[in-house]
C-alpha cells in the first residue's frame, strides 16, 4: 500500500501535470506537428494494493482531454506495478509500465511525456528563447493547477488556507517586449473552493499578483536558481497586494514543487 504522500503526488500528476501536455501540443512545433493528426484514447496509470489508479488521455487531432478513472475501450494501456514506480518515471527517473494495445501508438505518446520534462529542465540547457517561454508557460500552468487541486483533492493545510478567505484571485503574469501579460494565470480562490484559470481574470482585481518582469526572471525564480525573496530583491518578481498572503502561497508552491519534480 502506498503512502498518502506517493498517492497525493500521483493524483496531482494526473490531474494537474497531465493536463499541461496541451501547452506542449499548441506551443511545441515538434509536437504540435505530431499529434495535429493523431487520434486515440490511452490510459495511464499503477496499481494499488490490487486497485488501479488510473486516468486516460484522449487525442483528438491535436486537442487532448484528460479524465480521471479507467477508459471503457483504450486503444493503449501503460500500467506500471506500483505507484512508487510511477511516480519514480514521471520525476525523470527509470520504470518501466506493462504495455498493451497499439504498439504504434507508443513514440508519440513517450514525446507528450518526455515533453514534459522541460519543466524540470536546467535553464542553462535551454536554448531557444521559444524553449525558455515554454518552460514558464508549462510550470506556472501546472503549479496553479496543482494549487487548486491540491485543495480539492483534500490536503487539511490547503483546505483551511482555501476556507478561511471570501473571494480571492492570485494573479501571476510574465511581462515580454511590452506585452504586459506574455504569460498569465490565476487561482481563484472563494470560502473553501478553488480554480485555476488561464489569462487575466477580469472580473475582480488581483488580490495578490506576482508580476515577473521577464522570461529570464521567471526562469530563475521557478527553477530555483534564487528564492523568491531574493528574485523581488534583484527585480525579478514583484508582487502587489497582501505580503503576508503571497508568502502563503509560495510556500505552497515550493511544497508542490518538490512532490513533482
Known amino acids: 500500500m502506498s503512502s498518502a504522500q506517493e498517492l497525493m503526488t500521483a493524483k496531482l500528476f494526473m490531474n494537474a501535470a497531465f493536463p499541461t501536455m496541451q501547452v506542449l501540443l499548441d506551443d511545441n512545433l515538434k509536437l504540435h506537428k505530431k499529434f495535429e493528426s493523431f487520434q486515440g484514447t490511452v490510459q495511464f496509470g499503477a496499481k494499488n ?4 489508479l488510473c486516468c486516460h488521455l484522449i487525442f483528438d487531432n ?6 480521471q478513472g479507467s477508459a471503457e475501450k483504450p486503444d493503449l494501456t501503460l500500467t506500471f506495478p506500483s505507484i512508487e514506480k510511477m511516480n519514480a518515471l514521471l520525476k525523470g527517473g527509470l520504470a518501466l509500465p506493462a504495455i498493451k494495445g497499439k504498439l504504434s501508438m507508443l513514440p508519440n505518446v513517450l514525446a507528450v511525456l518526455l515533453g ?4 524540470t529542465k536546467p535553464n542553462d540547457k535551454l536554448k531557444t528563447e521559444e524553449e525558455k517561454a515554454l518552460k514558464v ?3 506556472l500552468y501546472m503549479i496553479t493547477r496543482a494549487l487548486s487541486k491540491y485543495n480539492k483533492l483534500g490536503d487539511p493545510d490547503m483546505q483551511e488556507f482555501c476556507r478561511r478567505q471570501p473571494d480571492r484571485i492570485y494573479q501571476f503574469r510574465v511581462e515580454k517586449d511590452g506585452d504586459p501579460a506574455f504569460i498569465a494565470c490565476y ?16 472580473r475582480r482585481s488581483p488580490f495578490v499578483l506576482f508580476r515577473f518582469l521577464s522570461v529570464e526572471g521567471a526562469l530563475k525564480v521557478l527553477g530555483k536558481e534564487c528564492e523568491f525573496v531574493e528574485g523581488v530583491e534583484k ?3 514583484e508582487t502587489v497586494g497582501s505580503p503576508e498572503y503571497a508568502c502563503y502561497l509560495n510556500d505552497y508552491m515550493a511544497i508542490l514543487q518538490g512532490m513533482l519534480t
Open 187 to 202: 487561482l481563484r480562490v472563494k470560502a473553501g473552493q478553488s480554480k485555476s484559470g488561464h489569462g487575466v481574470y477580469t
Open 116 to 119: 514534459l520534462k522541460i519543466m
Open 49 to 52: 494494493d490490487g486497485e488501479l
Open 235 to 237: 527585480g525579478y518578481v
Open 137 to 139: 508557460k508549462c510550470s
Open 62 to 67: 491535436g486537442k487532448l482531454t484528460v479524465v
